[in-house]
Each structure stands twice: as structure tokens, then as C-alpha cells.
């Protein structure tokens, strides 16, 4: 992921440095890039994204310490569970989603939505909504 998006490190990628960085962040979660004017991610990034900027640093950096920890634990889920994956995620591959079925069992409902990207419920919203409605309905 760090040599598509021409980063240094995970944390860079998904803690921006700076607005150019942020306009990379959402092109990775829409999969697509942005018609949004640079000069307006240079807002949304002083104004929004980097009020809590160490926050969201700690975040990723405990993720990553702790990934084999996150990774090797067996997570025993009960309940119904709807796996929602775009197709076209740039970030975590859809048979990441499909492992994660199997893994939760006969309480997992997984769907693929063509097209989507790392976050389907913005890039195919209408497709994204049926199916969680129809969930919930269940």
C-alpha cells in the first residue's frame, strides 16, 4: 500500500501530514480521485483533520504494535454479523473479508459490492443501504 500511494510508512498514509496526504487518505478510501479543489483539503485538513492529529497518531501506531496480538487472538462471535467489502479495496483485499466469514462461521453474512471501494457505504451507497436494511430487517 505505502509504494501505491508513494508513502514513507503506514502511519503516514493513514495520519496525513499535511493536506496533500489527506487528499491521498480519501482517495484510498473512495478509490477514485477527488474533483474537490486542493485548496479546500487545505481548509478541511488545518480546520478538522489535524485538531486531534495525535490522537489519531497514537491510534494507528497502537494498531500496528499490537497487530500480531489483534491477529493471533480468537474472537468467538455470537451474534448475527454483516460483512459489507468493496470489490475494488485498495487497502484490505476482499478475500480479507471473505476470511474473516469463514472465520466467524454460520453468524456471518458477507457481501461483495462491485465497484465499492475501502468504504462502499460512500462509494455505493444505494447498493450499501439495501443490503444493511435487508440485515436488519432479518
Known amino acids: 500500500v505505502c509504494a501505491t500511494f508513494d508513502v514513507d510508512s503506514v502511519q ?6 499535511d493536506a496533500k496526504g489527506l487528499k491521498k487518505l480519501i482517495f484510498l478510501a473512495l478509490g477514485k480521485k477527488s474533483l474537490v479543489p486542493a485548496l479546500w483539503f487545505s481548509k478541511l485538513y488545518n480546520e478538522v483533520y489535524k485538531k486531534n492529529i495525535d490522537d489519531k497518531k497514537r491510534l494507528i501506531n497502537t494498531l500496528i504494535e499490537n497487530l500480531e496480538e489483534y491477529s493471533s487472538h480468537n474472537y ?4 448475527p454479523t454483516l460483512i459489507l467489502w468493496g470489490s475494488n479495496d485498495n487497502v484490505i483485499p476482499a478475500n480479507r473479508g471473505l476470511m474473516l466469514k469463514n472465520h466467524i462461521g454460520d453468524n456471518a453474512e ?5 465497484g465499492g471501494a475501502h468504504m462502499p457505504n460512500l462509494t455505493n451507497s444505494k447498493e450499501f443501504n439495501k443490503i444493511l436494511s435487508d440485515f436488519l430487517k432479518a
Request: hydrophobic fraction near 55%.
Open 76 to 79: 468467538e462471535i455470537a451474534i
Open 110 to 114: 458477507y457481501h461483495l459490492i462491485e
Open 12 to 17: 503516514t498514509l493513514f495520519v496525513p501530514k
